[in-house]
């Protein structure tokens, strides 16, 4: 089978080394975008950032989510993360880019440290990597 770009990882990924695993495992691979968060050019919160290939296929409409800075945690992550099929992590981010406030951001975080602690929604799973998104 065919490993992909990379936009989307599997479970038992052979490429993933036991250190990286658990790294991912407690998102601490995610810790060097703190340094994105302090330079201006993310968020904590706020959809997560999108790949150009991805981004020219979005219709007007999903191109929404980019009206707000990426973030590191967001409320598709919290919903679901990697788990969830593309299109519906759009939907989702689409939804806090509409419904944003102080509120729903300190609500993300919370639930970012119970998904943490969980380790639910890493990898891919049966939702599959990037698909390009329908213009429904």
Do not use: C
């Not at 302090?38 to 020219?56: F, K």
């Amino acid at each position: 089978e065919r490993m992909g770009a990379g936009l989307a990882i599997n479970e038992g990924d052979p490429r993933i080394t036991k250190v990286g695993a658990f790294l991912r495992r407690y998102s601490l691979d995610e810790l060097p975008n703190f340094w994105n968060v302090v330079r201006g050019e993310m968020s904590i919160v706020g959809p997560r950032p999108t790949v150009p290939v991805q981004v020219e296929q979005y219709t007007d409409r999903q191109r929404g989510r980019l009206a707000v800075k990426p973030g590191m945690t967001g409320w598709a992550q919290v919903n679901g993360r990697a788990a969830l099929p593309w299109a519906e992590r759009i939907e989702l981010d689409l939804w806090y880019v509409e419904h944003w406030s102080l509120a729903l951001d300190l609500q993300i975080l919370a639930r970012t440290v119970r998904s943490v602690a969980g380790g639910r929604g890493l990898y891919k799973g049966e939702a599959g990597g990037w698909q390009p998104p329908s213009a429904g």
